[in-house]
């Protein structure tokens, strides 16, 4: 696996609101045939950055108004270690599903969460790896809403964590969507 930062400049690369476009300049950077299987998150962090994870190299000059990038294999955190952890996410959930016997898993219609259910929501999400212990956010836009989430966990189980982090979190993953950052806390 792969975890790039990619530098852009923010007048020649595609605008931050055109995620399904950024999406497939993504995607062909780091494989260009559509049929593969190949896993791939991103975000865009600010007007500036792109992180790619991915489970080859990107070719990130192929990603309109990249100049520079530096890749790296993603991090590890132990049990036990507390951690900062990021994400990019549009929270939905599913409305309106019947419990019929004959369904093993009714369906429902996804909608947007509400903000008074975030918290809940990135608990649910990351139980089993983290143990959230601060958690904040900020609205990006879009449709649905996208949110900048932030804050600070407990790793209960590193394995998780890292699958966690290469499958992604929630809806939209993409999109740049559901990419989940972590990074060790400085001690105090």
Same mark, same amino acid.
């Given at each position: ?23 497939r ?6 494989? !260009? ?12 962090? &600010? !007007? ?9 190299a ?10 520079a ?43 947007a ?49 890292q ?19 972590? &990074?060790?806390?400085?001690?105090v």
């Amino acid at each position: 696996m792969y975890l790039a930062r990619i530098s852009l400049n923010p007048k020649r690369s595609t605008p931050m609101d055109q995620w399904a476009s950024m999406g497939r300049s993504v995607r062909e950077a780091v494989d !260009p045939d559509p049929d593969s299987d190949a896993r791939v998150l991103w975000a865009r962090v &600010s !007007p500036t950055t792109l992180v790619v994870s991915s489970d080859t190299a990107p070719a990130w000059g192929k990603i309109p108004g990249a100049y520079a990038a530096t890749m790296q294999p993603p991090p590890r955190h132990t049990e036990g270690e507390t951690i900062r952890w990021e994400l990019i996410a549009a929270p939905t959930g599913q409305r309106g599903a019947d419990a019929d016997a004959d369904e093993p898993r009714p369906r429902g219609k996804r909608v947007a969460l509400e903000e008074s259910e975030f918290q809940e929501w990135i608990e649910a999400k990351t139980a089993g790896a983290l143990r959230v212990t601060s958690a904040r956010w900020k609205r990006l836009g879009g449709r649905p809403a996208r949110y900048h989430f932030t804050g600070q966990a407990v790793v209960e189980d590193s394995e998780a964590l890292q699958e966690l982090c290469l499958g992604g979190i929630g809806a939209g993953r993409s999109t740049g969507a559901g990419l989940l950052l972590t &990074s060790t806390a400085p001690t105090v």
